[in-house]
C-alpha cells in the first residue's frame, strides 16, 4: 500500500529541509563531499518523485529529466550546475508542492 498523501508531503518537507541546509555549504566544501553531494541528489528524487505522482508533469519537465539522470544514472551528473542552482531547483518545488497540497484540501483528499 502506498503511503497517504499527506505522509509523502511530510516526506517532502524533510528533503527540502535537507536540500536547503546543504545549500549552505560553500560550492568548493559541496564539490568535495561526496556524503552531501548523494544527500541532495537523493533528497531532490524524492521531492521531484512526489511532484510527478501528482500530474505536474508539464510544468516540471527540467525537473523529471534530473531525476531520471539521478536515478538511472544515464549521464554523469554535473554537481557544479546541480549547488548553482539549488535555489531554482528548492523554489519550483516548493510552488509545486503547494499547488498540490491546496488541491488536496479543496477536495477533501487525504485530510
Do not use: Y
Not at 544527500?39 to 524524492?46: A, I
Not at 551528473?77 to 546541480?82: C, F, H, T
Amino acid at each position: 500500500m502506498r503511503p497517504g498523501t499527506l505522509w509523502r508531503l511530510e516526506r517532502f518537507n524533510g528533503g527540502i529541509d535537507i536540500i536547503e541546509e546543504l545549500k549552505g555549504l560553500s560550492k568548493e566544501s559541496f564539490l568535495r563531499d561526496i556524503k552531501a553531494q548523494s544527500l541532495v541528489e537523493r533528497n531532490l528524487q524524492v521531492c521531484i518523485e512526489f511532484l510527478i505522482d501528482h500530474d505536474l508533469r508539464d510544468e516540471l519537465l527540467e525537473l523529471v529529466s534530473l531525476r531520471n539522470i539521478i536515478v538511472h544514472m544515464c549521464a554523469d551528473i554535473k554537481v557544479e550546475l546541480v549547488f548553482d542552482n539549488l535555489g531554482k531547483i528548492v523554489a519550483t518545488l516548493k510552488r509545486s508542492a503547494e499547488r498540490i497540497l491546496e488541491f488536496s484540501r479543496e477536495r477533501g483528499i487525504d485530510p
